[in-house]
């Protein structure tokens, strides 16, 4: 006869999931659901907006100075023609730069407003050695999306260098229509690497080819499902998608996906073991690890809605969009995945078959021994562990997170960064990436005087740019270049010089925008965020945790091991970039981009191994119980964390220098967590303080006497399940 326990759980939603009729109307629910999704979720591309007002701080100077520059012109962005002999620019080379400037004139496509093309512009008056040719280039809603097309009708007028003659396309356009170029297929490229590393870590955990496919399946179709429910959201409600947040759902649907299957189809098979029935096995795992795998995914869903908070808006647009696919995941897993499981029956694990009564192999495996071992010496093990983290974190001494300039945001070289060098070799380095200033018209010479008295701004630089009306609603725009790259600290010291500047100019409400003003800008709102954002998410971690272990120590623990294991993490990263990668520094919200996805994520492990430690503390206490905690959940656990650091590296597949650290830095954190901090610091720690890690819960005033004490020659067996035969 069935206990109540067994009862309860063949009733409700988990059975109905798990039913004999239930499991099929799931799947074919989500058959359907998945028909309905794909063509929407293809469409989520054209539904991305990539304008610059999508990626900066919506109150920003520079973001206020980019909507009153449109009222004078459509937004534009201007891409630079770069011509130079180093010997001297020959008669056939000049006539051949005008011969070029005349055909660009006539462009039209994809933006391009040639006729408003200005130059050539030579870098001195007698024997110049280089020419430059200003090109404007229209930008829509969809951002940068139509750049790389633009320049290359650019590219097609004005051929390439040769005999000595370079030729290259660079400024604000040509560098942008590289990042577009680097995002292009960026879906299709990280779906398929995430798809294979899956694959690859399935095979080995499993060892199974029939297995690895039911997995696949579920986050497909929570990929799918999500892509699509974000597509309509955009498109109906406002919700502002972007390359970035489109890039960063697949990593982190297929991570979070796999991770929560393995988490449940390891508590499946320990349940076949012990039931004849697979629907009796499937319904009490999903009652025993459902909470877990619920309250992960509740963590990472809560964890990326603090992002709303940001003063970013590409940072603000994230939290949404990740946690809408996190939550799609998570129904997928808890639903779809089960049913079909139980749809394909047993025979699914061939050939190594979970049959009923088969002894548990984690009793005696590896990670059993090594909860012995720890066992005998806990103190020891993590004061040790905390120490060789603790040095680790030393490494954050070499954060450089101040931003990465152009030429150091590709692993490669792109043609725009050539350019950029050759132009600054004999242009003034910040020429085709100006300062725009908007001013009330009556206070405009003032202002212009301001901005030329400037140090940092060439003198005679400042005009109105080509195409622009003269006055706009009593104000007027006008542009000035600087000395210093436009990417440089040296120009953002500049735009703070120029702002203090016009700023003191008595009513005339001038404000400095432009690209470098924009950086600044970001950098401020970055930090705003990390301030804000950081403690928010540890708070939202720590009311989980709490709830769900039902205490206080045991959460405070693992909130300050997840710290110290974001602060190794974040150190070795760093020594990684300045000693192996060579990378010249980190974008200002990498920090904050590692710490949500490291401790949104890397939580679940701890959130897995301490729930299990919890369930069997009850049953032998939790001493006992840590080491066959530890022994049932440390090899899918380890499975997990492969397949999630596996994931994130694969953004390293992009050809931006940003993705790759991002993609690299929580690999590593989620390596470290699963094989050092979860393994042995968490442990060591659980060991160490004993029954009052679970004050104030009744728990932590177990009877330790009555309880069996852990010796290194044996492990507790896991705690007997009560549960008979039936027909399966």
């Not at 999704?37 to 304008?51: G, H």
Request: glycine share 10%.
């Amino acid at each position: 006869m069935k206990d109540g326990n067994q009862r309860h759980v063949r009733q409700g939603l988990i059975g109905f999931v798990c039913g004999r009729r239930g499991k099929w109307l799931i799947v074919g629910l989500w058959l359907v659901a998945l028909v309905v999704a794909a063509p929407l979720a293809s469409k989520l591309t054209d539904a991305q907006d990539n304008d610059a007002a999508s990626w900066l701080p919506g109150s920003a100077e520079s973001t206020q100075v980019l909507d009153t520059s449109n009222k004078f012109r459509p937004e534009q962005i201007p891409a630079v023609v770069v011509y130079a002999r180093e010997g001297g620019l020959t008669a056939q080379d000049k006539q051949r730069i005008v011969q070029d400037v005349q055909q660009i004139k006539g462009l039209t496509a994809h933006g391009v407003r040639g006729a408003e093309t200005r130059g050539p512009v030579y870098d001195k008056p007698s024997a110049p050695k280089a020419a430059q040719i200003y090109v404007p280039i229209t930008m829509e809603k969809t951002g940068w999306e139509e750049l790389a097309p633009a320049v290359d009708s650019l590219r097609d007028q004005v051929g390439k260098g040769g005999g000595g003659l370079a030729v290259h396309i660079t400024g604000p356009g040509g560098t942008s229509a590289d990042f577009s170029k680097a995002f292009e297929g960026i879906d299709s490229t990280l779906l398929f690497s995430a798809m294979g590393v899956v694959i690859v870590m399935l095979l080995l955990t499993y060892r199974s080819l029939a297995l690895i496919f039911v997995p696949l399946i579920g986050v497909v179709a929570a990929l799918f499902t999500s892509q699509a429910l974000i597509y309509l959201l955009a498109k109906h409600a406002g919700l502002t998608v972007n390359g970035q947040s489109a890039g960063i759902l697949t990593v982190l649907v297929f991570g979070a996906g796999t991770d929560y299957a393995l988490l449940l189809v390891a508590r499946y098979r320990e349940e076949l073991r012990r039931h004849e029935d697979r629907h009796e096995a499937m319904a009490l795992a999903l009652n025993r690890a459902g909470p877990a795998v619920l309250a992960s995914g509740a963590t990472v869903v809560l964890s990326m809605l603090v992002l709303l908070a940001a003063e970013m808006n590409s940072t603000r647009g994230l939290g949404p969009v990740a946690a809408i696919g996190v939550a799609i995941a998570l129904l997928a897993m808890l639903t779809l995945f089960p049913a079909l499981l139980l749809v394909f029956g047993r025979w699914i694990f061939w050939p190594a078959i979970p049959h009923f009564g088969s002894s548990d192999p984690t009793a005696s495996g590896v990670w059993a021994r090594m909860g012995r071992r720890i066992a005998v010496r806990p103190r020891a093990v993590w004061g040790a562990t905390a120490l060789a983290l603790a040095a680790l974190s030393f490494g954050l001494l070499q954060i450089h997170a101040q931003g990465i300039g152009n030429a150091d945001a590709f692993t490669g070289k792109p043609d725009s960064i050539v350019g950029q060098e050759v132009s600054a070799r004999y242009f003034p380095a910040g020429s085709g990436d100006p300062l725009v200033i908007v001013a009330g018209q009556a206070q405009g010479d003032q202002v212009r005087s301001a901005v030329a008295g400037t140090k940092g701004v060439v003198p005679d630089s400042i005009t109105v740019p080509e195409g622009t009306e003269s006055s706009y609603d009593g104000k007027v725009l006008f542009e000035a270049t600087m000395t210093a790259p436009s990417d440089s600290e040296a120009a953002k010291r500049t735009v703070e010089r120029v702002r203090d500047a016009v700023h003191a100019v008595p009513d005339a409400d001038a404000k400095v925008g432009g690209g470098t003003a924009a950086l600044l800008d970001m950098d401020a709102a970055t930090t705003h965020d990390n301030i804000l954002i950081i403690p928010a998410v540890l708070l939202v971690v720590l009311l989980i945790l709490g709830l769900l272990l039902r205490a206080l120590v045991a959460p405070l623990l693992l909130i300050g091991t997840v710290v110290l294991s974001f602060a190794a993490a974040l150190g070795a990263s760093a020594l990684a970039f300045r000693h192996l990668f060579d990378y010249a520094g980190e974008q200002t919200d990498f920090p904050l981009f590692v710490f949500v996805f490291l401790v949104a994520l890397g939580i679940d492990y701890n959130i897995f191994l301490s729930t299990r430690i919890r369930e069997e503390a009850g049953h032998q206490g939790t001493r006992a119980g840590v080491v066959t905690g530890l022994a049932a959940t440390g090899a899918v656990i380890t499975s997990a964390g492969l397949v999630l650091a596996g994931t994130f590296a694969a953004l390293a597949t992009l050809p931006m220098v940003a993705f790759a650290e991002i993609g690299f830095a929580v690999a590593l954190g989620v390596l470290l967590d699963t094989f050092i901090v979860r393994s042995i610091l968490v442990t060591s720690l659980f060991l160490d303080v004993g029954p009052k890690v679970w004050w104030p819960h009744r728990l932590s005033h177990e009877d330790t006497a009555a309880r069996p004490t852990v010796t290194p020659s044996a492990a507790p067996e896991p705690a007997a399940r009560p549960g008979g035969p039936s027909a399966d």
